[in-house]
């Protein structure tokens, strides 16, 4: 059975592979589990498909909100890892509101940690404090 934090790691594998390689969505789930060795997710297939959907769905919205809070920097530049790490997060902190701001922001520092440079856990600290108060406008 998978844990929660094991879901976030699937959908931003997910959204990584739909953003990077061009995937669509199924062309993704397959690609990352014929890799995974995180089989059965029959208990967070919903948290899945709500974070990959969610994301998807507002991509536009989560994107300018990032955007309006970088100073002197433009999404396509960032580094693809942390552009996936920054969606996803955005979308749990902006429309998934029964998940707590510290824990959106933690999970999403963590991801950075595995996932991208030494440097990313402060910098998507700082985009995902600031995104923190557009909360409630959404």
């Known amino acids: 059975m998978a844990t929660r934090k094991e879901a976030r790691i699937i959908a931003l594998n997910i959204l990584y592979s739909i953003d990077v390689f061009g995937f669509d969505k199924k ?26 959907d969610g994301t998807l769905d507002h991509l536009s919205e989560i994107d300018n909100e990032i955007s309006k809070v970088m100073k002197n920097w433009k999404i396509d530049r960032l580094a693809d890892v942390d552009k ?25 520092v963590n991801l950075s940690k595995e996932f991208s440079t030494d440097n990313s856990g402060k910098f998507i600290n700082g985009i995902l404090d ?6 409630d406008e959404n």
């Open 27 to 52: 062309e993704a789930f397959d690609s990352y589990f014929n890799y995974s060795e995180v089989k059965d997710i029959s208990n967070v297939r919903d948290f899945i498909n709500e974070l990959v």
């Open 84 to 108: 996936s790490i920054l969606r996803l997060s955005s979308f749990e902190l902006f429309y998934m509101k029964t998940t707590p701001i510290k824990v959106v922001i933690n999970e999403a």
């Open 130 to 135: 600031s995104l923190k108060f557009k909360r």
